[in-house]
């Protein structure tokens, strides 16, 4: 294989972690070390992997991509002819919208995320738009269900009566935008099994179970779409006219985490320390992160390492002069938006289990007996 990463890729596609954390054995859910986010792009064997099923083994040759439904000529293409039209490539921030749940007082059902349920990478592909315009949209067709290989029973009340597969549907509006990709390529590579070989949908802005990997099936319909994942799992409760509606999740929202220190880290005292993060956003920019050592009362601004470009996230860092007195110090991060939208102080609980984006609390010990160390 070519190229520098091909000790953690092998031939079979399959990635050999190198430092990802087991959230659960089987299905595949592992977590990335959000505490090494030292490369703009996560390495793609560091990228996080979230499944509900078991991994399905398709090949090249015999792919097939379905789009139907509301459309004019119905079609079906192979692997080579999706390869040959016109490409794009951009980079986008995947957050699982249960990322962080770990923090969450009681402790919820679900996997127990801490920090690494989040990544960016960059994708390759043709524009959903691009397949719905040649397969000719419906005018009436209100979503697009986007449909993967991988099929099973879920686990959770209600269960569906029989096997279902793993779908989402995306509004017509967000279906046509630009910036939602069909992809095949992650970090210029063809996608590992783990990330939905051969092919993905890529829905930037939106948290991470919109982007339907192993994608096999394009379906647009007429009626509003009501599958398992975005009715029992995936939903949550908005309000309209005051009384509270389900609704499938959609954008990610604004968020900051600190990567640097880690949770419960040791310092020394009276020392510069570079608190450093990443924070991102849906269909907004962050245009600012402040970070508080004492845990909110006093904010200091930090400085992006990355410039602002929509959909991914955007490094930062600030130095800190730790403090002389040891103790516990309670550090948070807090992004600000272009409309100047502030990340929240709390989980709002409308969101049950998923949504976690307010500061989330970092513990540190300033350390006695680290103060000798250079
Ligand atoms: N077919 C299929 N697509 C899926 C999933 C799945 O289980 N099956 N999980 C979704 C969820 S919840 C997330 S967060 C992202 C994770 O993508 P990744 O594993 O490449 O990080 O994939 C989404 N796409
Ligand atoms: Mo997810």
Redesign the pocket.
């Known amino acids: 294989m070519e190229g520098s990463k091909a000790n953690y890729i092998d031939n079979t596609n399959q990635i050999f972690s190198a430092g990802l954390t087991i959230r659960q054995k089987e299905p595949k859910n592992l977590e990335a070390p959000f505490d090494r986010i030292d490369s703009y792009l996560t390495p793609t064997e560091l990228?996080?992997?979230?499944?509900?099923?078991l991994i399905p083994n398709l090949d090249r040759a015999s792919y097939k991509l379905r789009i139907d439904g509301a459309v004019r000529s119905p079609l079906a293409l192979s692997y080579e002819e999706l390869r040959n039209m016109p490409s794009e490539t951009r980079v986008a921030t995947?957050e699982?919208a249960g990322n962080s749940r770990v923090f969450l007082v009681p402790q919820v059902q679900g996997a127990q995320w801490e920090l690494g349920a989040v990544?960016n990478a960059e994708w390759t592909g043709v524009p959903l738009r691009a397949l719905l315009d040649r397969a000719g949209l419906a005018e009436d067709a209100c979503e697009i269900v986007l449909e993967?290989a991988?099929r099973g029973t879920p686990k959770e009340e209600p269960v569906p009566p029989m096997p279902i597969s793993?779908t989402w549907s995306l509004s017509r509006t967000k279906a046509l935008r630009s910036e939602v990709l069909i992809a095949y390529q992650m970090n210029g590579r063809e996608l590992p099994r783990?990330?939905?070989f051969p092919v993905r949908a890529i829905v930037p802005g939106h948290y991470?179970?919109a982007?339907?990997?192993?994608l096999t099936g394009i379906q647009a319909v007429r009626e509003p779409f009501h599958g398992y994942w975005q009715t029992t799992d995936y939903a949550y409760w908005a309000m309209t006219e005051g009384q509270p509606v389900r609704r499938a999740l959609g954008e990610m929202q604004l968020k900051s985490q600190i990567a640097r220190p880690r949770v419960y880290e040791t310092l020394a005292p009276n020392r510069v320390y570079t608190i450093s993060g990443a924070a991102w956003a849906g269909e907004t920019d962050v245009t600012a992160i402040a970070v508080s050592t004492d845990g909110g009362r006093i904010w200091t601004p930090a400085e992006f390492i990355d410039p602002m470009r929509r959909h991914a996230w955007r490094r930062w860092k600030l130095d800190w002069l730790t403090p002389n007195e040891p103790g516990q110090y309670t550090l948070l991060a807090r992004a600000m938006d272009t409309a100047g939208v502030m990340q929240p102080d709390k989980h709002d609980r409308n969101y049950g289990t998923y949504v976690i984006n307010h500061s989330l609390p970092i513990e540190v010990f300033i350390d006695e007996s680290r103060r000798s160390q250079s």
């Open positions: 990228f996080y992997i979230r499944s509900h099923f995947l699982c990544s993967g991988d793993y783990d990330h939905g991470g179970m982007s339907v990997k192993w």
